[in-house]
T-cell receptor, first 113, second 112 residues
């Protein structure tokens, strides 16, 4: 199993550009989440999904969209990138009924100029 | 989700036992306590989870007193490779899976 994969690993955008961060998991987990982590800080929840077709907002959803058309994939879209969105983005998945253990991807380091 | 409070940083030496305490005064009846470890440039990794008393696995032990308003992660005989940030999370299983609230964590530095 590859676990949770994220692409790209690094990305530089200009203010106003849009892009999609990809996340996929091959563990058949129902729950998936997106977090951002700013330097020296903990992770903050952006959006999460409890199953295909179901998404909800986390703590910091503004400027981001998500969709969950399949169990495996959970892309995160930046609509119009801003310098404040410079951060490391982590995707995570967890099994339904499996407790609080989440499996994290390696992260995408995004810089917005 | 219950708010947690941890020390910002801790130092230790190789071979010592390290105890990191987390306060969660508003923990709810259905809440579990979960600890994660994060190395630089990596995503967090699950360490241990518990509800009450003591839980032990091959990596760590988790001590939870009867009132459950705090918990202590115990790392036996740490090595340099245990230098990392440790996060304490509190939340109900299932209903909160996938939407964990991470605080700022405790940065543990293990010295030779």
């Amino acid at each position: 199993n590859a676990g949770v994969t994220q692409t790209p690993k690094f990305q530089v955008l200009k203010t106003g550009q849009s892009m999609t961060l990809q996340c996929a998991q091959d563990m058949n987990h129902e729950y998936m989440s997106w977090y951002r982590q700013d330097p020296g800080m903990g992770l903050r929840l952006i959006h999460y999904s409890v199953g295909a077709g179901i998404t909800d907002q986390g703590e910091v959803p503004n400027g981001y969209n998500v969709s969950r058309s399949t169990t495996e994939d959970f892309p995160l879209r930046l609509l119009s990138a801003a310098p404040s969105q410079t951060s490391v983005y982590f995707c995570a998945s967890s099994p339904a009924g499996g407790g609080h253990e989440q499996f994290f991807g390696p992260g995408t380091r995004l810089t917005v100029l | 989700l219950a708010k947690t409070t941890q020390p910002i940083s801790m130092d230790s030496y190789e071979g010592q036992e390290v105890n990191i305490t987390c306060s969660h005064n508003n923990i709810a009846t259905n809440d579990y306590i979960t600890w994660y470890q994060q190395f630089p440039s990596q995503g967090p990794r699950f360490i241990i989870q518990g509800y009450k008393t003591k839980v032990t696995n091959e990596v760590a032990s988790l001590f939870i007193p009867a009132d459950r308003k705090s918990s202590t992660l115990s790392l036996p005989r740490v090595s340099l490779s245990d230098t990392a940030v440790y996060y304490c999370l509190v939340g109900a299983l299932n209903t909160n899976a996938g939407k964990s609230t991470f605080g700022d964590g405790t940065t543990l530095t293990v010295k030779p």
